[in-house]
């Protein structure tokens, strides 16, 4: 399994992106998959992860209320939309295939990664 992100850019302060996610194939339709950011000098942390059918979801709390996960299992695509964004959430950003059809938090949990897309935010 491949996946690509991509949608990652550069805005200012408050301003919005919008991520998206494809996989080379349908291995994904029955995983969780989730999002996961990497700063410079930081370690890899869970972002937002959505279940199999896309009825649950969960989030970092650095980011509830301000970001929303999606995915369309008929496209084989992962989304998320970010608002109101801060220069802290400046980091790349990489989406992954779970082993399980949950989108729990644990790093671990996930098998198959994307490269990332950078999103720099400015104040």
């Known amino acids: 399994v491949q996946l690509q992100a991509f949608g990652g850019g550069s805005v200012q302060a408050g301003g919005s992106l919008r991520l998206s996610c494809t996989a080379s194939?349908?291995?994904?339709?029955?995983?969780?998959m989730a999002w996961f950011r990497q700063a410079p000098g930081k370690e890899r942390e869970f972002v937002a992860g959505i279940n199999w059918d896309g009825s649950t979801t969960n989030y970092a709390d650095s980011v509830k209320g301000r970001f929303t996960i999606s995915r369309d299992r008929t496209k084989n695509m992962v989304y998320l939309q970010m608002n109101s964004l801060r220069p802290e959430d400046t980091a790349v950003y990489l989406c992954?295939?779970?082993?399980?059809?949950?989108?729990?938090?644990?790093?671990?949990?996930?098998?198959?990664w994307g490269q990332g897309t950078q999103v720099t935010v400015s104040s």
């Open positions: 194939r349908r291995t994904n339709s029955n995983n969780g």
């Open positions: 992954a295939v779970s082993r399980s059809a949950s989108g729990g938090s644990s790093l671990w949990t996930y098998n198959y």
